[in-house]
Each structure stands twice: as C-alpha cells, then as structure tokens.
C-alpha cells in the first residue's frame, strides 16, 4: 500500500489498528461485514420459516432459495444500491432479492429496519462475550497458578509508594485476581441478562404482525417466540420501542469498562515493579527495547495494556450518553456512534486480554533483588518485633523505645544525607543494652515471620473463589496464543 517514496497509496485507505494490528481474527470476524450481513440473512429466513410454520403463505422452496443464497453476500451491489436508497436495510433487501427471485415477495414480510439491525447486534454482542469469557478465564488460570508458586515469598509491601509492612508476592497477584474474578462475574451476569428483541415492528407494538395474522395475538406470540429461539436466546424482551433500550449497551460495556480498570491497574503494577527489577514482563531473545539504549527492557506489552486500557474504559461515556438522548420510541442519533463504540469495546477487550495472557505466562520473578530490597527496609521495620523481645527478656518497653528510636534516626540519616545502605542491625548489634537478645536476632528478622497469614489467605483464596469460578471454561483453559508484537 505504499509508493515508492513511502507515500501512502490512496488506494489503500485507513484501517483502525484495532483489526490490522491487534485484534484475534474471531473478535474481528464477529464484527465484521461479513458476519453482520449474513445475520441480517440468517434472521430473514427465520422470520419466513416461522410464518410460514404459524401459516402465512410462505411455500418451502422459498425458505430453501433464501437459504441457498445466506453467504453469497454480492456487497458492491449492496453498495450500489445503498448510493441510491440511502437505506442500509434495504439495500440489503433488494441485494437479496436479485439472488433469491422466487422469495422476493416475502423477505422482510412485517419488519422494521431494526429487526435485523438490532437483533443483529444482540447476537455480536452476545457472541463476543462468548470469545471473551475463556480469554478472562485463560488470565485468571495462569495468574492464579503464579499465585500459588509465589504464595509465601516475602516482598515489601507498598503503601503511597512507600515501603510499608512485608507481603508474599503471591499475595500480591491475588489482589490483582480477585479484581479479575469479579470482571469474570460482572461479564458472565451481562451475557446472561442479554435477551433478544424479537418481533416487535416499527414502534414495538407488533400490530404490521397482528395484521398478517389477522388479529390472531397467540401467533404474534408464537412468532416472537420461534424467531427468538432459531436465533439461540432464551427469551426476548417484552417490550421495545423501535429498538431495544440502549441501557442493555450500558450494561454491555460497562463490565468491559471496569476490566480495563483492573487490567490497568495491574499492568501499571508490574511496571513499577519491572522499575525495581522485582518482577519484569516476558522479554523476547532478540527484542529491542530501544532503538537509543540497547540495555533497556522496557515493559511494552504493559504498557499496550495500560493505553488500550484507557481507550477501553472512554467508550463507556457513549453508551451512557447516547442512551440518555433517545427521545420517545427511538432517534436515529444512536446509528452511527453506536457502530464505532460497540465493535471497539469488545475488540479492545479482546486485545488486551490476550496481551495480558501473554504476560501472565511469561512473568518473571527475581527473588535475589527482593531479597535486596527487603533487607534494606526490614530493620526499621522490625524496630516494633525487638523491642517486645527486650520486653520478654526483662527490658523496659519506654528506655528500649527511646535506644531504637535513636539508633533509628542515626540509620536514616547515613541512608538519606550519606547514601549509605541502612546500618540500624549493626547499631543494635553494637549496643551493650540489647545484649540479652542478640542470639536471637536472625529469628526476629526472618522476612517469613512479617508476612502473616498471606500464604494461607492465597492458597484458600484460590481453592474457594477462583478455581470454582474456571470450571466452566476447563476445556479452553489450556489453549495459549501467539501474540503479534
């Protein structure tokens, strides 16, 4: 697509990056053309089986007509005729027809534009849950069995991004599960609250239906009925205006918005930790991590995440909007933003789940540095534990508080005016006055004895809350994904 002097082709025109640089190949077929117009066919030809089943005159050779032609979509007379029309809907209806002569005279028989075009979009929203949920589930698995491994590695805790109490690093990877588990919940509940529109007409009333079948409402029922299961719904909404309520996009990509959070959050985790070269992201033998400082690895796929992220949780602010300013029984003020941020959500989704799968497969841990960073910080930290060993040994609580909070103040300035390492141990060690407890200082400094009960929190964490919540998706759990960078 480029000139000779690298000028783009105008023959090739923009392509969001979303499809041409990150998207699986099924998260871009469900929002593709191609799906979207073969369900606009799919749903016509339920539409004529169930009238022809409740007793329209509809004859079996044209169902199987219509069925013949479902795939073969010739979309530049599609085109052409929209340039005429200026209606997407009918332009589809009349490219339809041209192949399928015999049923011609009932395609579309009683529906409204929205028949198709709604329940069209219930059905990619539907199905791009479904691409979702094992992407979520293959995450959680891989961080979870993270967890496990690292469940009782001690590693500083940080607060205000200040080192505070020890934590174990599986500990850590199990506040960021938890928020995981929750997104699981939230976007399996708006798959499951998903229902069909159905046959409703032009204003949700039914009545182009109820005159078809010439006021008998049990079949209008019926009709509504049939089409909503050939579609694969459970049920259908009972009522609509002209389309179904925007609060079910809402609802949609709401749980989408919070996951980006979480992912956010996450990813922005292990980029502050790959600052200390504490944990660092997959790095690839021959990647580059930049074109100026050949040692660096900078944390990209993170950082992917973190961007996209953000892109994510911004669409949420369309849906709300947008369902806000529908007047009465719909505006058409809805069309065209609802094509740009219902595909973009799940396609971001989509991309920075299996980034993200990419990294939980491949962290790395280095405990030696931990270990560094532990021992650096664990004397003023442990400041609390020696005094109550010099209490236990007959000392006075108030005369030992005042010896540690000198010897304290003493360490603190060698490390921030000296740039010393932090010498408060050795100042202990050298004091007469805690001579009753040095045999036992490397017991009270063992990192293991300031982590609590956090092995024990994760390994109930994991076998109560997430391993039930994988169940369902056991049978893709294992599948792994090549990430294009």
């Known amino acids: 697509c480029r000139g000779a002097h690298g000028a783009g082709d105008q023959k090739c025109p923009y392509r969001s990056p979303l499809v041409s640089r990150y998207a699986s190949k099924e998260m871009a077929y469900n929002f593709s053309d191609k799906k979207k117009f073969t369900t606009w066919r799919k749903l016509w030809i ?27 979509i010739d979309f530049a007379m599609a085109a052409e005729e929209e340039s005429k029309l200026r209606h997407d809907v009918m332009a589809h209806v009349h490219t339809f027809a041209h192949c399928c002569p015999t049923a011609a005279p009932i395609i579309h028989l009683g529906a409204t534009s929205c028949y198709v075009g709604d329940n069209t979009d219930l059905i990619m929203l539907r199905d791009g849950f ?81 005159q078809l079948f010439q006021g008998d409402h049990d079949k209008v029922e019926d009709l509504d009925r049939m089409v909503t299961e050939m579609a694969g ?52 033998k021959e990647q580059i991590g930049s074109s100026a400082m050949p040692y660096k690895r900078n944390p990209m796929r993170c950082e992917r995440c973190c961007s996209l992220a953000r892109h994510l949780i911004a669409l949420l602010a369309d849906p709300l909007q947008t369902a806000s300013v529908q007047w009465l029984e719909r505006t058409l003020d809805d069309s065209a933003n609802r094509r ?33 960073h532990i021992h ?10 020696i005094i109550m060993a010099m209490v236990k040994a007959g000392g006075n609580r108030q005369d030992c508080h005042e010896k540690i909070r000198v010897l304290s103040q003493q360490a603190a300035t060698v490390v921030k005016q000296e740039g ?47 391993r039930p919540l994988l169940e369902p998706y056991k049978a893709e759990i294992d599948v792994k994904i090549e990430l294009e960078l």
């Open 420 to 466: 010393g390492d932090n010498d408060l141990l050795a100042r202990v060690q050298a004091d007469p006055y805690f001579a009753p407890i040095l045999g036992h200082l490397d017991n009270i400094l063992d990192p293991k004895t300031f982590i609590g009960r956090a092995p024990q929190q994760v390994a109930r964490f994991l076998s109560e809350e997430v």
């Open 130 to 210: 479904d691409i979702l949920l094992p992407k979520l589930a293959r995450v959680i698995d891989r961080l979870s069995k993270f967890a496990e491994k690292y469940a009782g590695l001690p590693t500083l805790g940080f607060t205000h991004y200040q080192p505070a109490q020890l934590t174990t690093v599986g500990k850590r990877a199990c506040l960021w599960l938890q928020d995981l588990a929750m997104d699981m919940r939230n976007l399996q509940r708006a798959r499951e609250d998903l229902r069909f529109r159905g046959v409703k007409g032009t204003t949700g009333t039914q009545a182009s239906f109820l």
């Open 376 to 385: 650096h910080e664990l004397p003023f930290m442990a400041t609390e534990n």
């Open 46 to 72: 339920y539409l004529a089986k169930a009238e022809k089943a409740l007793g329209l005159p509809v004859t079996e050779a044209q169902v199987a007509e219509m069925e013949s032609h479902a795939e073969d």
């Open 233 to 284: 719904f459970k049920k259908a909404y009972m009522v609509t205006g002209q389309t179904y309520s925007r609060k079910v996009d809402i609802d949609s990509l709401s749980p989408l918005a919070s996951m980006g959070a979480t992912i956010h959050k996450i990813c922005t985790d292990i980029r502050l930790l790959a600052n200390l070269k504490e944990i660092e992201e997959p790095f690839e």
């Open 340 to 372: 740009i941020s219902l595909p973009e959500s799940f396609l971001t989704a989509d991309i920075i789940l299996s980034t993200l799968q990419n990294i939980t497969e491949g962290l790395v841990v280095y405990p030696k540095v931990i270990e560094r």
